[in-house]
């Protein structure tokens, strides 16, 4: 075989392994927005047989060779970065046992099933029962993956979720942070305190009246509802695939801030799939670059454009017409609603968290699972640890497991390696949002108008087009002309809440 | 190899190509009931890989030999009828290049889109353009299993919905309806034109409303909500996979029951994938006995049960309940509800018939795919042979394509050979409801209590829970002590309508 037939072989093998993963998206959507209980044993057999077709195809020993005799090839850049990036899957898959992957894949599922009860009945031995298979499992693959990687067991893990990605690197990150926020929340938490109370809102609005004042913002931030759709879900996200990205949100009677940004959010990483280079459909190269830039363009918009004073002028009007209430009503101002939603509180809730507060919940998240993967950790004493924890970083202790060390998915699920991400996000949002405003001055008057067309085509020149021709840390470079640093997010921190 | 392992390895393959076929069923649901129309595109690529993939399975040169194999083992009763299901699964896949399967699931599922717009704008023009590669297709596929099964070409594709069925059989079948029908309706027109006038109904109910009064009728059937859920599509259907069946309906806001009896029709589909042998699930022998087996669950549920005079004494005061009005209304007794359910009216639409006219869209529709596949009938002259077609049989002529041969979904996606089991379905539901009114002589007050628990029970004895182990035929005769035949559908519409 001539070294391009090799190539073009392996875009087909992609390009399948692509689409397969793609139904199996649609059919995780369908899970968490759609399925009854019932259909979970067998929805677990059809996802765990998807997931070993693609391992199939990814561990057939021809791959090797193919690889190998491509890289002879004369390709183009983005073909170039495209063989490079199947390589790393290549290496990846063939770093696990079809075995591990299916085993992993079914007690995931059950563990899931597990946690969902546990939570709800504060269950700690239920879960803790049904996640010892998992952790096992997770930490074979750590194991198999730091091996080929040449990198850490935990390492090898967020190398899945945020490709490149080093301890050294988050280590100094997040010492950098810890060095600043807890002076910053304290400075926060005293300003807000002296500040007239806010008028309290006593008026509600059911969730189908959100659901479309919801829809109606994000179809104006740019979310297309002819590619995507807006469910509801206990734990919001982005699902489905480029061309029909299925977000979900939840909703609060009498909060619709929960609903707004919770859906502002996900709208974030929707125009990120959505913006993916089309031409590059299916293949590697045309994938997201990962999830922390993932999180940096769902924050961006949650956190940056939207959370802003500017953008709270042009909500405002909307808000009080959905609650139908007079624009003299002060707790609906728009500066008595961009406070509310910039309001500050240490809380026991990662998803409830404020931005200020939120890398404390990721640093516990953190060290626990450097600590669960090196078999410093074991379950039983979760419990313990997470209380400790919380009380180191936000001065807190969870009475119950439920707002404890049972609030999150990502570990029964076996998704770990995955928080870091979250902050590499929130900290890249902060970087990329200071360089669009650096070429557009007059970004606020352009949010105030609910026009995020400027936003909308930076990132997709700089970021979303990209795909994963550049790692994360070029990219980064590339976009903003510097390196990824805590700089702008605290410079962001301290003019949103100290300004 | 040994013939039990051989044996062993086909149940492990089929069990495969069941959870792929599993996805697809939930990524064919997605489509009708949720999907926005942007997913179109890639999701047609999604459902073409998968269908790849089990053609993939299914010819695998290995196969031949294994069934070869397999069958000198020392196999149980349904072991034998598994395996001889495999080998008919196995026949039909071979008879079929992947080329041709790829290609008619692309060509089919730009037809359904194109189709959905056609019939919307009443476009003939566009819609054959898109058919013609699906004709073509299909016709080539009908050639090829014909020829492997030593039968007509549209026999072959007949065979893929109701195994074993010939033209002979539909056609003597039909042939005997055909004396029967055209006299009866004639006598029933003339005595609902003697009855007194059906007191007007002026009352409508929201769709969220019609909804929920729906799921608690349902329930009361024995519809586990816990393993499926009801929606809404334009066109109603019975989806999903046996733990977790996926039914739509579609709601009329001045006509209670277009959802609900549309509702209980895919209530019988259901319960008959819910019965199915558990033990044997996603193995050839474990699936449902053909379309025409499952038409007649869902007919016996909509028609002979719950269309009956006795089941409305149990629906009337549901229904008054839900729409808040008193007993004594006369336009919502049970009488009357149950009156305008049977009423009897040729009309243009299939979906909308009533049972007395349905054979005749079913008739017509047999004549004309007969023809296509026979290359006597261009698709340029569907129009005039469907309005011929109608005028014949019903003696109507429709003045739009979109109340003509645009209205089913059917040819669009390349189904051709399923309609005959709509009508197979309904004379066979009145001869399993006749044996079951036999053993249970006290039916109707079981019915006016809305208890279905003897009905099921039978049917889960005598159908469901014996999946594909007999043909069709053999489960009739071993069910009702008779082969199939359309007296007891005579029978029963002489009953209903004459009486």
């Not at 190539?7 to 087909?12: N, S």
């Not at 059919?27 to 009854?36: F, I, K, R, Y």
């Not at 979720?161 to 926020?181: C, K, M, S, V």
């Not at 002296?194 to 659901?211: D, H």
Request: charged share 25%; hydrophobic share 45%.
């Amino acid at each position: 075989m001539s070294s391009s037939a090799a190539y073009k072989g392996l875009t087909d093998r992609y390009r399948r392994v692509a689409l397969l993963g793609e139904a199996a998206a649609v059919l995780h959507w369908d899970w968490a927005a759609m399925m009854p209980d019932g259909g979970a044993a067998r929805r677990t057999e059809q996802l765990a047989e998807l997931e070993l077709l693609i391992h199939e195809i990814m561990t057939d020993p021809a791959l090797e060779g193919d690889l190998d005799e491509a890289a002879t090839a004369d390709l183009g850049a983005w073909e170039r970065v495209n063989l490079a990036e199947m390589r790393r899957r290549w290496t990846h898959a063939n770093a696990v046992p079809a075995k591990l992957v299916t085993a992993l894949a079914k007690s995931a599922a059950q563990c899931e099933m597990v946690w969902r009860e546990a939570r709800e009945d504060n269950n700690f031995d239920a879960f803790a029962d049904a996640f010892a298979p998992v952790l096992a499992l997770v930490r074979e693959k750590a194991a198999a993956l730091g091996a080929v990687l040449g990198c850490s067991p935990y390492e090898g893990l967020i190398d899945q979720y945020d490709p490149g990605a080093r301890e050294h690197e988050i280590d100094a990150l997040f010492a950098e942070l810890q060095t600043f926020l807890p002076e910053h929340l304290e400075q926060v938490l005293a300003r807000q305190s002296n500040q007239p109370a806010l008028p309290t809102q006593v008026l509600a609005l059911s969730e189908e009246r959100q659901a479309i004042l919801a829809q109606s913002i994000m179809a104006g931030v740019g979310f297309e509802f002819s590619h995507g759709r807006l469910d509801t879900s206990h734990h919001p996200f982005c699902g489905g695939v480029s061309d029909d990205v299925r977000i979900t949100t939840r909703y609060d009677a009498a909060d619709l801030s929960t609903g707004l940004m919770g859906g502002l959010h996900e709208t974030g990483h929707a125009l990120y799939e959505r913006g993916l280079p089309a031409v590059w459909r299916g293949q590697p190269v045309g994938d997201a670059c990962g999830m922390a830039v993932h999180e940096s363009q769902s924050l961006l918009f949650e956190m940056q454009a939207c959370r802003g004073r500017a953008f709270f002028r042009h909500l405002a009007p909307k808000i009080r017409s959905a609650l139908d209430v007079a624009h003299s009503v002060s707790a609906y101002s728009a500066e008595a609603l961009h406070r509310r939603a910039i309001q500050v509180a240490p809380g026991l809730i990662r998803v409830d968290a404020d931005e200020v507060t939120y890398p404390f919940h990721i640093f516990l998240r953190y060290e626990m699972e450097k600590a669960l993967i090196a078999g410093n950790l074991a379950i039983a004493d979760l419990p313990d640890a997470w209380r400790d924890g919380m009380q180191k970083h936000l001065g807190l202790v969870p009475e119950t497991h439920r707002d404890g060390v049972l609030q999150d998915i990502h570990w029964p699920v076996g998704s770990i390696g995955y928080f870091p991400s979250y902050t590499i996000g929130a900290v890249m949002a902060a970087q990329l949002f200071a360089a669009i405003r650096e070429v557009e001055p007059d970004l606020s008057s352009q949010l105030e108008a609910g026009d995020f067309s400027s936003i909308l085509a930076w990132l997709r020149a700089n970021i979303h087009g990209l795909g994963s021709r550049y790692s994360r840390a070029d990219l980064t470079r590339q976009a903003t002309g510097r390196p990824l640093s805590a700089d702008a997010f605290k410079s962001h921190l301290k003019r949103r809440y100290l300004d």
